[in-house]
């Protein structure tokens, strides 16, 4: 694992988004893993700025969210997909129909899940993942705990996430309490990994990272054992 200091949250979401801008310029069909969360708002602007500067196109890329509130449609206005749309794809010319999110409604959650693995890997496998950090080591919705699972599965959010969610919603009582996400083995067959960590309450995800100990009680760290993993961290936490 790489880590890289970024001065502020503008160099930290330019660096990511070299990643991914030199990633599609070499690659214009590139699968990519994508997330939501305060982390990548900074890195969509840069990437919808290079698309704008006309220096890449989505014309041909594909894309895999992490993960999804449960249940929850695609419109509603607190929805990944929503989130997307309006973050990213919206602004560029990607084709929607290649961009998946998980199913906020589906009836099957298990046969979902393993489909949306097969799919991620019938297209190639994801070229470059990008994470952010929960304030309690998540990444997508797996949850500190004594074992996580490898694919994509429905999961219950802890009240740690449920509090550092609450920002985005009316009420903490409002937020989702469960959630599709990929699994861990889902996030580790991406061939690169980005990490955006930033924000408040993550200082002691940082510092876990810096004892180069793995535990799934902290998920992030596992990402040590990933073979291309680069984590920019902002002045938000140093
Ligand atoms: C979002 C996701 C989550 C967030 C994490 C950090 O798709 O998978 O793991 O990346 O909760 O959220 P922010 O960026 O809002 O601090």
Excluded: W
């Amino acid at each position: 694992m790489k880590i890289v200091h970024a001065k502020n949250y503008d160099e930290m979401s330019q660096k990511a988004a070299a990643e991914f801008i030199s990633l599609i310029a070499e690659k214009p069909d590139a699968l990519l893993g994508l997330a939501t969360g305060s982390s990548p708002v900074g890195m969509y602007q840069c990437m919808i700025e290079a698309y704008k500067a006309g220096k890449i196109s989505f014309k041909n890329i594909r894309s895999f969210n992490l993960d999804e509130y449960y249940p929850i449609t695609p419109d509603n206005d607190q929805s990944y997909r929503y989130f997307m749309d309006t973050n990213l794809f919206n602004a560029v010319d990607i084709d929607k129909n290649n961009t998946r999110v998980p199913d906020g409604q589906t009836k099957d959650p298990d046969g979902f899940g393993a489909k949306y693995d097969e799919a991620i890997a019938a297209e190639g496998g994801i070229d470059l993942q990008i994470l952010g950090v929960g304030p309690n080591g998540h990444i997508g919705f797996n949850e500190p705990d004594s074992e996580l699972l490898l694919g994509t599965h429905l999961t219950a959010l802890k009240e740690t996430t449920i509090a550092a969610n609450a920002r985005f919603f009316a009420s903490e009582a409002d937020v989702p309490r469960h959630a599709l996400t990929m699994g861990l083995g889902s996030i580790f067959a991406a061939k690169k990994i980005v990490v955006l960590l930033t924000g408040n309450g993550k200082k002691g995800v940082y510092e876990k990272l810096l004892e180069g100990k793995v535990s799934t009680e902290c998920p992030a760290t596992l990402l040590h054992l990933h073979p291309d993993c680069t984590v920019f961290v902002d002045d938000s936490i140093l």
